[in-house]
């Protein structure tokens, strides 16, 4: 029993790694006015950067660090497109991730079951060997905790700092943030790098720790997930890690009943954590007041400095 | 130290040129403003002042033209440009964070983080100081339109600017707030800050201003002393024709049948910092007019909303239009029975800013309009209605097809109320009929209030402005905290009583919310 406890935990945790940190990188981008819906193609870019770099030279660190460049280089197409050239922001997601998927699924055509090095898991003396608690709290990799710092590093900065204030205004109101003299569209720009250097990551989490092989369209919409989590999470870095957790617990269920056998269909099982995570996100955020506090009024809309 | 030479003017522009597609908004325009020197900018709506104080505050960029600031010749391409140079800006619109607190909006004008240090105190100290009444805590969202300029007035104030550019400062407070403006204007004007000071209103011009530039066009037609002029010749230098005063209106008799009736019309507010309306019972007799003075936040965009339909009410029998229970119908269903409304806000309430003026006019008027036809928009109607609002309420555009955010504020403003006051209503609210209006389109909205209410339809305006009341108004009531106070006949009321009630209760006002806070 205990055994189990802990594989449902630790694999909750690490079903949820990816998708935190790609909806921690899409709140930020979010909260300043910008809809990238590309998070599905960067986190494939970031997927095979990181496993081609790992499985070339054989350092895991240089995989991440590829991830964390490819996911940014995509971004920042997707920043020149609709920022500097104001095509529409919906329209040039959608094509970012078709172009993420096609481009991911060729350049790893030659890594398709090849095994690569994995991201070394964190052993404490003492700590990781406590029962229960220690592979729970203290069995993961770096990129595990390296997700909780950077949503706790934003929560705080969002909601407490000047530059989270200013992030915030320009997701607001762009014309009243440039009326005030702050540089709107170099402040977008930064937050769409950041949100693609995360989504990156993310990527390099599922082809590097959680899933350490490469396969065509190996993230399986959870760029998806990602946006839905921020939109109903209402912009709040919080209920991101709620909802993220919840469906990294939907996931182990699904596999876990599927294991055993029960008699029902595998594909509605594997659908489950996506339909279970969005209709309980949706019952908690029918909030309207609370919506329309923390939903960011530029969402989606283009700036242009008027001349 | 090579300190500027504290002589000469503090800033001379000239041959300040813009155009815009179909549009030269400034050709040639000079202005000099000296040191220590509260200098009015006059003109009517579209006359080119908004662009030209946007010129200098960077915002946007001029065609030609040659700016000097303390004798140096400068160029200024941005709002921070402007600010690094001393020049500050309160805006009429859009420059509030709606999601953001007071404080945070208020921090974000602020350049360093030394400024930022104990800003929440420093809000309350000036706000109470210059009898601005603010509570740095609360959401913008949640504010009136008079709490919002405020803001931004406090705002500027803190930035301690060589120059400070105030657009309309004054529309959204009693006289008793705006002398104690005046006061702080005065004193940060002999401190070494100029102002440049936008304004409509001419007598406070004349009260306020050592000088005037005057525009008309896009083109300086004058500059004067205001003190000098009347406000009649003011007006007719900006208008440049002879202003008439609206002729009186003979009083309506006292039996005339009441068409609007409001009984115990109680409203809960849908925003969480709004006023509740409270057992509201007046009414309104055809051909009267009756105004609704207050300070801003009082419960006056409940009110509207109350009457139009967008919150309808409990009981259907607390509101009665031609004796017709309507409190539980919605706006379309009491456009229906001849109730038409003017909302407060022009953009995005009053009007949608990205459709054409044609389009704006079916949306209201395409019941009483007669302007659809089995379904389908009757386009030649729609064109034409647009078309005999535009004429006779001389809306300067360039055709019905114009977009409605192509208009200056007073010329949608005489749109949207040629709009309602066309469909021959049998009952019309407004609420601040001539807000940001400059005298020539006031004369016209305020004619065509006059002449509706001569026809025989109940008329109320609900207004901060009180000359406008006083001018309008058969009956004066005054709204405080959701009530409305039993309304008095004009002839025998006066600004001091009014303002008195309108005052006093505000004060208790930010007692009682000082209490909910705690």
């Known amino acids: 029993m205990t055994e189990l406890a802990v594989a449902f935990l630790v694999s909750?945790?690490?079903?949820?790694?990816?998708?935190?940190?790609?909806?921690?990188?899409?709140?930020?981008?979010?909260?300043?006015?910008?809809?990238?819906?590309?998070?599905?193609?960067?986190?494939?870019?970031?997927?095979?950067?990181?496993?081609?770099?790992?499985?070339?030279?054989?350092?895991?660190?240089?995989?991440?660090?590829?991830?964390?460049?490819?996911?940014?280089?995509?971004?920042?197409?997707?920043?020149?497109?609709?920022?500097?050239?104001?095509?529409?922001?919906?329209?040039?997601?959608?094509?970012?991730?078709?172009?993420?998927?096609?481009?991911?699924?060729?350049?790893?055509?030659?890594?398709?079951?090849?095994?690569?090095?994995?991201?070394?898991?964190?052993?404490?003396?003492?700590?990781?060997?406590?029962?229960?608690?220690?592979?729970?709290?203290?069995?993961?990799?770096?990129?595990?905790?390296?997700?909780?710092?950077?949503?706790?590093?934003?929560?705080?900065?969002?909601?407490?700092?000047?530059?989270?204030?200013?992030?915030?205004?320009?997701?607001?109101?762009?014309?009243?943030?440039?009326?005030?003299?702050?540089?709107?569209?170099?402040?977008?720009?930064?937050?769409?790098?950041?949100?693609?250097?995360?989504?990156?990551?993310?990527?390099?989490?599922?082809?590097?720790?959680?899933?350490?092989?490469?396969?065509?369209?190996?993230?399986?919409?959870?760029?998806?997930?990602?946006?839905?989590?921020?939109?109903?999470?209402?912009?709040?870095?919080?209920?991101?890690?709620?909802?993220?957790?919840?469906?990294?617990?939907?996931?182990?269920?699904?596999?876990?009943?599927?294991?055993?056998?029960?008699?029902?269909?595998?594909?509605?099982?594997?659908?489950?954590?996506?339909?279970?995570?969005?209709?309980?996100?949706?019952?908690?955020?029918?909030?309207?007041?609370?919506?329309?506090?923390?939903?960011?009024?530029?969402?989606?809309?283009?700036?242009?400095?008027?001349? | 130290m090579n300190e500027s030479t504290p002589s000469g003017p503090l800033l001379t522009m000239t041959g300040m040129t813009k155009q815009y597609p179909g549009c030269l908004a400034n050709d040639h325009v000079s202005l000099t403003v000296e040191r220590n020197q509260i200098h009015a900018l006059l003109g009517e709506n579209g006359a080119g002042k908004s662009t030209l104080v946007k010129m200098i505050y960077g915002v946007v960029k001029p065609d030609a033209g040659e700016i000097v600031w303390e004798g140096q010749q400068v160029s200024i391409p941005t709002p921070g440009a402007a600010q690094r140079l001393g020049i500050g800006m309160v805006f009429q619109h859009f420059s509030l964070f709606e999601a953001l607190t007071v404080t945070e909006n208020i921090a974000l004008g602020l350049a360093t983080a030394k400024e930022r240090v104990g800003l929440r105190g420093r809000i309350l100290q000036i706000s109470t100081e210059y009898g601005l009444p603010l509570d740095p805590d609360r959401v913008v969202h949640d504010l009136s339109v008079g709490e919002r300029q405020r803001i931004e007035i406090v705002r500027c104030l803190l930035q301690n600017p060589k120059l400070l550019i105030m657009d309309e400062p004054t529309s959204v407070l009693t006289p008793s707030e705006v002398q104690k403006l005046f006061v702080t204007l005065r004193r940060l004007a002999s401190e070494g800050c100029s102002i440049l000071y936008i304004s409509h209103?001419?007598?406070?011009?004349?009260?306020?201003?050592?000088?005037?530039?005057?525009?008309?066009?896009?083109?300086?037609?004058?500059?004067?002393?205001?003190?000098?002029?009347?406000?009649?010749?003011?007006?007719?230098?900006?208008?440049?024709?002879?202003?008439?005063?609206?002729?009186?209106?003979?009083?309506?008799?006292?039996?005339?049948?009441?068409?609007?009736?409001?009984?115990?019309?109680?409203?809960?507010?849908?925003?969480?910092?709004?006023?509740?309306?409270?057992?509201i019972s007046l009414s309104i007799a055809g051909g009267e007019i009756l105004g609704i003075a207050g300070i801003a936040g009082n419960g006056q965009s409940e009110l509207i909303d109350g009457l139009s339909g967008e919150i309808p009410a409990g009981k259907p029998e607390s509101v009665l239009i031609d004796g017709v229970a309507a409190g539980h119908m919605g706006p379309a269903e009491r456009r229906r029975i001849r109730g038409c409304f003017v909302p407060e806000e022009r953009n995005g309430h009053g009007a949608v800013t990205t459709m054409s003026l044609a389009d704006n006019a079916f949306l209201s008027g395409y019941l009483r309009g007669a302007l659809v036809r089995f379904g389908v928009i009757d386009k030649k109607r729609t064109l034409a209605f647009a078309d005999d609002i535009i004429k006779r309420f001389d809306v300067r555009t360039t055709g019905p097809r114009a977009e409605a955010r192509s208009l200056s504020g007073g010329n949608l403003q005489k749109f949207l109320v040629g709009r309602e006051v066309l469909q021959d209503p049998g009952v019309l609210v407004i609420n601040q009929p001539t807000w940001g209006v400059d005298a020539g389109a006031a004369l016209a909205i305020h004619e065509a209030i006059m002449a509706l209410a001569q026809g025989g339809a109940a008329v109320m305006i609900i207004s901060q402005d009180l000359d406008e009341i006083f001018v309008l108004a058969d009956r004066i009531a005054v709204i405080a905290g959701g009530r409305v106070s039993e309304p008095v006949a004009t002839r025998s009321a006066t600004v001091e009583s009014i303002g008195r009630l309108m005052g006093g209760t505000s004060e208790d006002m930010v007692a009682d919310s000082a209490v909910a806070h705690a």
């Open chain 2, 201 to 279: 209103k001419l007598e406070e011009v004349r009260a306020l201003c050592s000088a005037a530039t005057i525009m008309r066009l896009g083109r300086n037609v004058a500059r004067c002393a205001p003190a000098g002029k009347t406000v009649k010749q003011l007006a007719e230098i900006m208008i440049n024709m002879d202003l008439r005063l609206p002729t009186p209106r003979p009083l309506v008799s006292g039996n005339a049948p009441a068409r609007l009736v409001l009984d115990r019309l109680t409203i809960r507010s849908h925003n969480q910092f709004g006023t509740s309306l409270k057992d």
């Open chain 1, 12 to 307: 909750t945790v690490a079903a949820a790694t990816p998708l935190l940190l790609a909806a921690t990188g899409e709140l930020v981008v979010e909260k300043v006015g910008v809809l990238n819906l590309g998070v599905e193609g960067m986190m494939l870019a970031g997927a095979i950067a990181g496993f081609a770099t790992a499985n070339e030279t054989g350092v895991t660190t240089l995989g991440v660090l590829a991830a964390l460049l490819a996911g940014t280089a995509l971004a920042l197409l997707f920043a020149l497109v609709s920022l500097t050239l104001q095509a529409n922001q919906t329209a040039t997601g959608l094509a970012l991730t078709i172009f993420g998927r096609g481009f991911s699924a060729l350049l790893g055509a030659g890594y398709v079951g090849i095994p690569a090095p994995t991201l070394p898991k964190l052993h404490i003396p003492f700590l990781t060997d406590i029962p229960v608690l220690g592979p729970v709290v203290f069995g993961h990799d770096i990129l595990v905790y390296l997700s909780f710092a950077i949503l706790g590093v934003v929560a705080w900065c969002i909601r407490s700092t000047h530059l989270g204030l200013i992030l915030r205004a320009v997701g607001d109101s762009h014309d009243a943030a440039h009326a005030l003299g702050y540089a709107v569209v170099p402040i977008r720009y930064g937050a769409v790098a950041f949100g693609g250097a995360l989504a990156g990551l993310a990527g390099a989490y599922m082809s590097l720790a959680y899933t350490p092989l490469w396969a065509q369209d190996m993230t399986a919409g959870r760029g998806w997930v990602a946006v839905a989590l921020v939109t109903f999470a209402a912009w709040r870095p919080l209920w991101l890690l709620i909802g993220a957790w919840f469906f990294g617990a939907l996931m182990y269920l699904s596999l876990y009943v599927q294991a055993l056998g029960v008699a029902v269909p595998s594909a509605l099982l594997s659908a489950l954590p996506y339909i279970g995570t969005v209709v309980v996100l949706v019952l908690i955020s029918r909030d309207r007041r609370l919506i329309r506090l923390h939903r960011p009024a530029m969402l989606g809309r283009p700036f242009q400095a008027r001349a």
